[in-house]
């Protein structure tokens, strides 16, 4: 093993350690608690400071609005003192009730209370963002392993430098109020605050995008949201205007392939891959230049959910994905990523093995250029108010520090114009960076002055340069001290023209690439999700073009997309590509860490009281969380129940264990329960057959001992069924369970028909 690899190998140990060790001390805490306090039945009446943030919330650090170290306390712009005041600090004796003219007069207008109350609430909102604006964040840091010091003098870089950082998870399509398990891209931005200032990585977890201009920008977000006669569908790319655009503009075709792969449904944030899509420039001590891309690699590896298990998230838990991330914060299952890069040479042509580096539709094979790991992001604090920071966060990537630069990509250099432009809006002005979520940990002395929402009290008379009323402040950096340069790469002489190079005209042998990539389930899936998407559309003439595309791909999946939809598949227009898989491209490819997952315990009053706390242990010991399950509220066997049969549904947890065999419950009536329901059942409780029959169904690993075998054999999954555990007692079991969630699914239930 290489130095770097060995290096690479015992970070991520001693992550995965901490994360374990911080994972609830006393081995019993479930995450989801909303206060840090348990609340009381009783109104409390008795003055008192107001509670602490939970001990996994963190805010963003007290740096003044220039960058200057305060030393202030975290909690210092929380609300302080046990007393209602007005916004100025007067204290209130009453909230409850306008000033008026006698008990049942009109409401005065000098209640200035309730003008600023109202006109406060009324002005609560700010414009969302016109995409990604469904999102989630957090609090970590990120440490450079040194592995990068020769190509970069970029200081959070280097060998056990530690940087505090803000990563934000987003869907792309959907509204604020949308859902989280949609088909759809997801945004992966991480705000670095280093030394050196800010450095914004803002990307997707797919490496490519739909388009190669940012001038189309504008057109496919146009396509992909909801039709503006109806604001319909939302969230959703199963819809005519977005194959319409997609087809039409076949540079599209490798992100679409991408987005009906498992990969536009991840399970968890903490479970997808990142990429910063572009190709950057990194500049070394010597000014000399490398360009590299830019990866996330989840140290739980990349897994996704079933289509129809996302479909039914998006109505029992809407919030899944932002759930699970700030869960497993809570719970010290801290979720972490490698950062890494591919390198290659910064020549003329700008391109690799044939591969133009600065066409965004276009990925470089793993194969031919590894990613090397130059460091490890930790996320390990939650939010302590989601507006103030999850929603004012405000990324750009033109905030870069010394020793990275952008390159001639279309798309990027767009994006380097509309990122700042759009913060205008959205945070009323130009110093959105003065926000607290958005202040740099370097010192900042810009001579930009005024303006909305100016948090900075500016000393002086002259800013301007060159000064010397001033004493000639603030000076140019001179080239020994850090700084950033803009790279002074040779444009070559040529026309002003509206085209692209003839390096952009390939559109489909990496969509090729990237199917003959894909594992024989995989493939299962994305011909499912094809089909899912077009039969959508009402417009035959959209789904025999988009066919046509499927079919310059591979005539497999055209052939089987077609089927699905009733329609005859077109003949390639064009030769196919004569590529060599990928095999990294694949999700079904390893095994990982199972950290942070949901298990399912089904109990009743019957159960062994040391058997289930034996389970509950084991699932603790291994890092993950368990809930159990049972047919009402309360303790059962002296464990709390955290889910009941009316209110758990299958899809929140990643294997179920059954450790009874529960009869009906007095509840288990159709009028009351729509679950209680499901076909079957028998002497067994109709919502805990249904429990096993969608975890069967969706590939997910089922457990049981005891009582719980008994379960098994009445909803019938065959003995024989991979992934189905059956043991004399729960330790045998859950060491069972934990290989099988090593792999996430158990997808050699269903054999696949695409070889």
Request: hydrophobic content about 35%; overall charge negative; charged content about 25%.
């Amino acid at each position: 093993m290489s130095k770097a690899a060995s290096q690479t190998a015992d970070a991520l140990g001693k992550g995965l350690k901490e994360a374990k060790d911080a994972l609830t001390p006393d081995g019993e805490t479930i995450p989801g608690r909303p206060g840090s306090e348990p609340a009381t039945v009783e109104e409390p009446t008795e003055p008192r400071e107001p509670l602490p943030p939970k001990p996994d919330q963190r805010g963003a650090e007290t740096v003044t609005a220039t960058g200057a170290a305060t030393e202030a306390p975290d909690r210092a712009r929380a609300q302080q003192g046990a007393h209602l005041t007005t916004s100025t600090g007067t204290r209130l004796r009453d909230t409850d009730h306008s000033l008026k003219a006698g008990s049942r007069g009109p409401t005065l207008l000098q209640d200035h209370h309730l003008r600023e109350k109202i006109t406060h609430f009324d002005h609560e909102r700010i414009p969302e963002r016109v995409v990604h604006a469904r999102g989630a964040a957090a609090h970590g840091y990120f440490e450079g392993y040194g592995t990068a010091s020769e190509l970069t003098v970029a200081k959070f870089l280097q060998e056990g430098v530690r940087t505090p950082v803000f990563t934000r998870f987003s869907t792309v399509l959907g509204s604020r109020g949308s859902a989280d398990t949609v088909r759809d891209t997801r945004g992966f931005a991480t705000k670095f605050y280093t030394d050196e200032g800010t450095f914004d990585l803002v990307g997707n977890n797919m490496p490519v995008f739909f388009i190669q201009d940012g001038i189309k920008f504008p057109d496919v977000i146009h396509a992909g949201k909801p039709h503006p006669d109806r604001e319909i569908p939302q969230a959703q790319s199963a819809h005519d205007t977005f194959w319409d655009f997609v087809s039409l503009h076949t540079e599209g075709q490798h992100h679409a392939l991408w987005n009906m792969s498992d990969r536009g449904i991840p399970r968890s944030y903490r479970m997808m891959e990142g990429f910063g899509v572009h190709t950057f420039r990194l500049v070394d001590a010597e000014g000399g230049t490398t360009l590299v891309k830019f990866h996330w690699k989840p140290v739980l590896g990349v897994h996704s959910l079933d289509w129809e298990e996302a479909q039914f998230i998006n109505g029992v838990d809407p919030d899944f994905h932002r759930r699970d991330l700030y869960d497993a914060i809570e719970a010290g299952a801290y979720p972490q990523w490698e950062l890494g890069i591919q390198v290659f040479p910064d020549n003329e042509e700008q391109q690799f093995e044939g591969i133009d580096l600065l066409d965004p539709t276009k990925l470089v094979p793993e194969e031919l250029a590894p990613v090397q790991a130059i460091g490890r992001l930790t996320l390990d604090a939650n939010p302590k108010n989601f507006f103030a920071e999850v929603e004012q966060v405000a990324f750009h990537p033109g905030h870069l520090p010394p020793g990275i630069d952008v390159t001639n990509d279309p798309l990027l250099q767009a994006r380097l114009f509309s990122y700042i432009d759009t913060q205008l809006s959205r945070l009323g002005g130009p110093n959105f960076n003065q926000i607290p979520i958005n202040r740099p940990h370097a010192p900042v002395n810009d001579m930009l002055r005024d303006g909305f929402h100016q948090h900075a009290d500016h000393e002086g008379v002259a800013p301007y340069k060159p000064n010397s009323l001033d004493g000639g402040c603030p000076f140019m950096a001179g080239t020994m001290e850090a700084t950033f340069a803009d790279v002074p790469v040779r444009v070559s002489e040529s026309t002003k023209v509206r085209e692209n190079p003839a390096s952009f005209d390939d559109h489909f042998s990496q969509a090729r690439l990237f199917w003959l990539s894909m594992s024989p389930v995989e493939k299962e899936h994305i011909i499912r999700a094809y089909t899912f998407e077009l039969g959508k559309c009402y417009e035959d003439a959209i789904k025999q073009r988009q066919l046509q595309c499927l079919a310059n791909i591979d005539p497999v999946l055209c052939q089987e997309v077609a089927t699905g939809l009733g329609l005859p598949a077109p003949e390639p227009t064009e030769p196919l590509a004569d590529v060599a898989p990928s095999p990294a491209l694949s999700q079904l490819n390893g095994t990982w860490p199972a950290d942070g997952r949901m298990i399912g315990i089904v109990v009743d009053d019957t159960v062994d009281a040391g058997e289930l706390q034996s389970m509950r242990a084991a699932v603790f010991g291994a890092g993950m969380v368990p809930l159990v399950v049972a047919p009402h509220g309360g303790e059962v066997a002296g464990s709390t129940v955290q889910r009941t049969f009316a209110t758990a549904r299958s899809v929140e947890f990643d294997a179920l264990v059954l450790a009874a065999a529960p009869v009906p419950a007095p509840d288990a009536v159709p009028a009351r329960d729509a679950k209680a329901g499901a076909p079957g059942g028998g002497a067994l409780d109709p919502r805990v057959s249904l429990m096993i029959d969608e975890c069967w169904r969706h590939a997910k690993a089922i457990g049981a001992w005891g009582a719980g075998v008994a379960a098994l054999g009445e909803a019938d999954p065959s003995a024989a069924t991979p992934g189905v555990v059956r043991g004399d007692g729960p330790d045998e079991v859950f060491a069972e369970l934990q290989t099988l969630l090593g792999q996430h699914r158990v997808w050699d239930r269903f054999p696949p028909s695409v070889a």
